[in-house]
């Protein structure tokens, strides 16, 4: 019945929390901080040395921009999980989702809210990125149509994080935790191909580098952008995402509905 | 409110609705029966529960309630911390499950049709349910959305809530300015906002300022004025006094008493004026004049039953003027929520730290 209502109410839903990020920027100021320490660290401090590694001894930092830069987008994609789970969480430990609970309005349009709040915040950290990037000396090759599938392809990987990250954030008791749970998926970005190529890594961290979701993710994107030609990373990839999209979706609504009439998600 | 059968004597012994309700046949005469079913028709209950029960792990929260509450009465759940008040307000708000017992709300089954329960309701939780981020306006349309209001329709409603709450000057202020009162007023604006037939309030007044405490209480009686169910929980017998048509007292999960304000306080002996004395001779006189108060020969004291009004004092001091009695001071106690407790249940409030 309620359903009828689930485009207007996640718009209700979403104009809150585009309000929440204009009054409370923290959240997408650390979005962009983050990545763009570590894209001004591996670049300038690290870069000369782990390009010449890459170019065979002739790289140098020129060539760690190119490789790095997929990688640091990807850590904001990824950090888009913490900052749902965190706005979720506080809203958990307010008594506005009680609030919500009681009301005849579309079961998911709180949860879908913050997902739709997260990707546009995410999307928006992710171009400011790039750009810092491009200033660094980031040269992609690739042309409109390459922008274009790269967008739509992090907005599926954002999407995808962004459910997990809700279903983290109404698992948590506390804000606290909501911030420090997602924090692994920072982790796989490092434990891929992002930084160096999988295959320089100890052996049974090798295994694990080359078939966690985070090197489709990278190696997409850097395909996508440099224009190598597409491989199966992008098939895995929407494989990963269909995945961790419905664990998070199926997760987050099974505990956000405990309590009687749990209204079957449309 | 007030009711001409003030005395306890007014009420028949049979028809006592203090009684017990646990293993209590003789409630079940056939005259009270057929009247309490006519008075309490069907149609006419906006909510209703029968044995309902809830546990937390091994925990019993709610040990089988019964409850009737009228379309268009306040009906007030009275009991201290740990009693299952708030429990009870969760589950019929469709908060949390029951684990038995039968439910209706608005004349919808809870489990079922809870979107009809929930588009029927508004709730008022204890702990804050403003979105501190947005100015009241934005909290107020944000509601407005969600009642599925048009915009111009969500605009008038907003405007006439932050009026009538006084709230119009902070409106275009964030909520987490908001002082302790504001902050319950635009939550209870909120609540209002989808025009609800039943309002479920939880513990409307914990924390407010003596001031605040009557703005609640003004703006609750005109909710009740304009035909609106109320079911509120408190822990003060002078609210439900103030505010309910009917109260029910919880203990430990059980309800343990039912009916009006009025019949409730003629079960309580509590109430009484206190008279302290210095010459022991005033005490016998005193004692002799008033044949109701208990002496106490060791403090020089009497304890006169009474509710302590202006004219039962005047009356009072005016005998004790007449036969020329001094006294030292005077006290007057009121009811209070430990001597309902004593009252019906025989043991004083334990209010345990228990988990809502």
Same mark, same amino acid.
């Given at each position: 019945?309620?359903?009828?209502?689930?485009?207007?109410?996640?718009? #209700?839903?979403?104009?809150?929390?585009?309000?929440?990020?204009?009054?409370?920027?923290?959240?997408?100021?650390?979005?962009?901080?983050?990545?763009?320490?570590?894209?001004?660290?591996?670049?300038?401090?690290?870069?000369?040395?782990? $390009?010449?590694?890459?170019?065979?001894?002739?790289?140098?930092?020129?060539?760690?921009?190119?490789?790095?830069?997929?990688?640091?987008?990807?850590?904001?994609?990824?950090?888009?999980?913490?900052?749902?789970?965190?706005?979720?969480?506080?809203?958990?430990?307010?008594?506005?989702?009680?609030?919500?609970?009681?009301?005849?309005?579309?079961?998911?349009?709180?949860?879908?809210?913050?997902?739709?709040?997260?990707?546009?915040? #995410?999307?928006?950290?992710?171009?400011?990125?790039?750009?810092?990037?491009?200033?660094?000396?980031?040269?992609?090759?690739?042309?409109?149509?390459?922008?274009?599938?790269?967008?739509?392809?992090?907005?599926?990987?954002?999407?995808?994080?962004?459910?997990?990250?809700?279903?983290?954030?109404?698992?948590?008791?506390?804000?606290?935790?909501?911030?420090? #749970?997602?924090?692994?998926?920072?982790?796989?970005?490092?434990?891929?191909?992002?930084?160096?190529?999988?295959?320089?890594?100890?052996?049974?961290?090798?295994?694990?580098?080359?078939?966690?979701?985070?090197?489709?993710?990278?190696?997409?994107?850097?395909?996508?952008?440099?224009?190598?030609?597409?491989?199966?990373?992008?098939?895995?990839?929407?494989?990963?995402?269909?995945?961790?999209?419905?664990?998070?979706?199926?997760?987050?609504?099974?505990?956000?509905?405990?309590?009687?009439?749990?209204?079957?998600?449309? | 409110?007030?009711?001409?059968?003030?005395?306890?004597?007014?009420?028949?012994?049979?028809?006592?609705?203090?009684?017990?309700?646990?293993? #209590?046949?003789?409630?079940?005469?056939?005259?009270?029966?057929?009247?309490?079913?006519?008075?309490?028709?069907?149609?006419?209950?906006?909510? *209703?529960?029968?044995?309902?029960?809830?546990?937390? $792990?091994?925990?019993?929260?709610?040990?089988?309630?019964?409850?009737?509450?009228? *379309?268009?009465?306040?009906?007030?759940?009275?009991?201290?911390?740990?009693?299952?008040?708030?429990?009870?307000?969760?589950?019929?708000?469709?908060?949390?499950?029951?684990?038995?017992?039968?439910?209706?709300?608005?004349?919808?089954?809870?489990?079922?049709?809870?979107?009809?329960?929930?588009?029927?309701?508004?709730?008022?939780?204890?702990?804050?349910?403003?979105?501190?981020?947005?100015?009241?306006?934005?909290?107020?349309?944000?509601?407005?959305?969600?009642?599925?209001?048009?915009?111009?329709?969500?605009?008038?409603?907003?405007?006439?809530?932050?009026?009538?709450?006084?709230?119009?000057?902070?409106?275009?202020?964030?909520?987490?300015?908001?002082?302790?009162?504001?902050?319950?007023?635009?939550?209870?604006?909120?609540?209002?906002?989808?025009?609800?037939?039943?309002?479920?309030?939880?513990?409307?007044?914990?924390?407010?300022?003596?001031?605040?405490?009557?703005?609640?209480?003004?703006?609750?009686?005109?909710?009740?004025?304009?035909?609106?169910?109320?079911?509120?929980?408190?822990?003060?017998?002078?609210?439900?006094?103030?505010?309910?048509?009917?109260?029910?007292?919880?203990?430990?999960?059980?309800?343990?008493? *039912?009916?009006?304000?009025?019949?409730?306080?003629?079960?309580?002996?509590?109430?009484?004026?206190?008279?302290?004395?210095?010459?022991?001779?005033?005490?016998?006189?005193?004692?002799?004049?008033?044949?109701?108060?208990?002496?106490?020969? *060791?403090?020089?004291?009497?304890?006169?039953?009474?509710?302590?009004?202006?004219?039962?004092?005047?009356?009072?001091?005016?005998?004790?003027?007449?036969?020329?009695?001094?006294?030292?001071?005077?006290?007057?106690?009121?009811?209070?929520?430990?001597?309902?407790?004593?009252?019906?249940?025989?043991?004083?409030?334990?209010?345990?730290?228990?988990?809502?």
């Amino acid at each position: 019945m309620t359903a009828t209502y689930a485009v207007r109410d996640t718009a #209700t839903m979403l104009r809150r929390n585009l309000r929440h990020m204009q009054r409370y920027p923290g959240v997408p100021l650390m979005m962009v901080f983050l990545p763009v320490m570590f894209l001004l660290l591996f670049v300038y401090v690290f870069g000369a040395t782990l $390009g010449n590694g890459l170019g065979h001894g002739l790289g140098g930092r020129g060539v760690y921009v190119n490789y790095v830069s997929p990688a640091i987008i990807l850590l904001t994609v990824a950090s888009s999980a913490t900052a749902t789970a965190v706005g979720v969480a506080s809203d958990m430990t307010e008594g506005i989702i009680d609030r919500f609970r009681t009301m005849a309005i579309w079961r998911p349009s709180v949860l879908a809210g913050h997902v739709l709040g997260s990707m546009i915040q #995410t999307l928006l950290a992710v171009a400011v990125v790039i750009g810092v990037a491009l200033l660094a000396g980031f040269r992609p090759t690739a042309g409109a149509a390459g922008w274009l599938a790269t967008a739509g392809f992090l907005a599926m990987i954002t999407l995808a994080l962004t459910w997990l990250g809700v279903a983290l954030g109404v698992v948590a008791k506390t804000v606290g935790t909501a911030s420090n #749970t997602p924090m692994f998926l920072l982790l796989l970005v490092f434990l891929g191909s992002g930084f160096v190529p999988t295959a320089s890594m100890a052996g049974g961290l090798r295994q694990f580098a080359t078939y966690q979701p985070f090197t489709a993710f990278t190696d997409t994107v850097r395909d996508l952008l440099t224009s190598g030609p597409i491989g199966d990373h992008a098939a895995v990839s929407a494989a990963w995402c269909a995945g961790i999209a419905v664990t998070g979706y199926i997760w987050a609504m099974a505990r956000y509905n405990r309590g009687p009439a749990a209204a079957p998600a449309q | 409110m007030s009711n001409p059968t003030d005395q306890p004597a007014g009420v028949p012994a049979d028809a006592d609705p203090f009684a017990p309700r646990l293993g #209590t046949a003789h409630r079940r005469g056939p005259e009270h029966s057929s009247v309490t079913s006519a008075a309490l028709g069907r149609a006419a209950l906006a909510a *209703e529960a029968r044995g309902v029960r809830k546990s937390f $792990g091994d925990q019993v929260v709610l040990d089988g309630i019964d409850l009737d509450v009228v *379309e268009g009465s306040v009906f007030a759940l009275l009991g201290p911390n740990g009693s299952g008040k708030t429990t009870t307000v969760r589950i019929l708000s469709t908060l949390l499950a029951a684990d038995a017992g039968v439910i209706r709300v608005a004349g919808h089954e809870m489990v079922r049709e809870a979107d009809l329960v929930r588009a029927a309701i508004g709730v008022t939780g204890q702990f804050s349910a403003v979105d501190k981020l947005l100015t009241g306006q934005e909290n107020l349309m944000m509601m407005a959305d969600l009642a599925h209001l048009s915009r111009a329709g969500g605009r008038r409603r907003a405007a006439e809530l932050l009026g009538r709450f006084d709230l119009s000057e902070a409106a275009g202020k964030m909520a987490a300015t908001y002082s302790g009162g504001m902050s319950r007023r635009l939550d209870l604006a909120m609540t209002l906002v989808g025009a609800p037939r039943i309002v479920f309030l939880d513990e409307p007044t914990t924390g407010l300022d003596p001031r605040g405490r009557h703005v609640m209480w003004q703006i609750i009686r005109g909710l009740a004025a304009d035909g609106v169910t109320i079911l509120l929980t408190t822990q003060d017998l002078d609210e439900a006094d103030q505010l309910a048509d009917r109260v029910a007292v919880l203990d430990h999960g059980a309800l343990v008493a *039912e009916g009006s304000p009025e019949q409730l306080k003629a079960r309580i002996p509590g109430g009484h004026i206190r008279l302290q004395f210095t010459d022991p001779q005033d005490l016998e006189t005193a004692a002799r004049l008033l044949t109701s108060a208990g002496r106490d020969d *060791e403090t020089l004291c009497l304890q006169v039953p009474g509710d302590g009004s202006v004219p039962a004092l005047r009356a009072l001091l005016d005998q004790l003027d007449q036969h020329a009695i001094d006294i030292e001071s005077l006290s007057i106690h009121t009811p209070d929520l430990d001597d309902v407790f004593l009252a019906v249940t025989g043991h004083p409030t334990a209010s345990e730290d228990t988990p809502r």
